[in-house]
């Protein structure tokens, strides 16, 4: 079973800040999702990476496949940032997502 | 604007009732998913579909929930008898074409008294 965690578990930044939210996992996978939670609970897909890099907007996510490693960064951070960053890891072999914790982040003016 | 939509928004019932939660997936997607939140547990994956082919409810517990996708525009997560530890958050999610792209619905609130 694939042990995927998460950190900082919570973290507050001020307006403007870049972030990092890190995410390790155990076992080898096909793919990584990074989800966004907000207060009211919706949960949006942010990125699917399997290699390298990708960006959208002020939010980029890498991936190291060696390492078992991902970094999720935000640049320029907004309060509107404010909500729960989750890391879930795919499965090699099926269609099973295995999520971390989550990383509770709180941008403030 | 493709969407996955999830009823009931908020259900609250008696232990021993029966709960069934619906999921629209966007159309098109073949793959479903049923997760749940729970504070302590966090999101975990209860079942999923694909082409309307169970082929996973290893996470679920066997003898009160069952999924079923009744066509391709439908799933649906039951629970009976429902229990206080079933209080969650249910959701749906739905996954098509090539990018693997998750799109997750509201969620479904459950509180069992």
């Known amino acids: 079973k694939n042990e995927v965690e998460q950190s900082p578990q919570n973290l507050t930044a001020q307006e403007g800040e870049f972030i990092t939210i890190n995410c390790s996992y155990s076992?080898?996978?096909?793919?990584l999702h990074w989800l966004q939670q907000h207060p009211g609970g919706g949960i949006v897909s942010l990125f699917m990476l399997s290699s390298g890099k990708k960006k959208h907007g002020r939010l980029i996510a890498t991936i190291n496949i060696q390492e078992k490693h991902s970094s999720l960064h935000i640049t320029a951070s907004h309060p509107r940032d404010s909500a729960v960053y989750i890391c879930?890891?795919?499965?090699?072999?099926?269609?099973?997502?295995?999520f971390g914790t989550g990383t509770r982040l709180q941008v403030t003016l | 604007d493709a969407r996955v939509t999830q009823t009931p928004r908020d259900k609250v019932t008696e232990m021993g009732q029966e709960v069934t939660m619906r999921c629209q997936p966007i159309l098109g997607h073949n793959t479903v998913f049923w997760y749940r939140q729970t504070m302590m547990q966090g999101l975990e994956l209860l079942a999923y579909?694909?082409?309307?082919?169970?082929?996973?409810d290893s996470g679920m517990p066997k003898d009160r929930f069952s999924a079923e996708m009744p066509d391709a525009t439908l799933a649906t997560l039951k629970i009976q008898p429902s229990e206080p530890r079933d209080s969650a958050v249910y959701f749906c999610a739905s996954e098509g074409g090539n990018t693997g792209e998750l799109f997750f619905g509201e969620g479904s609130r459950l509180t069992v008294l």
């Open positions: 879930a890891a795919l499965d090699g072999t099926a269609s099973k997502l295995t």
């Open positions: 076992v080898g996978i096909s793919a």
């Open positions: 579909f694909r082409n309307r082919a169970p082929l996973d």
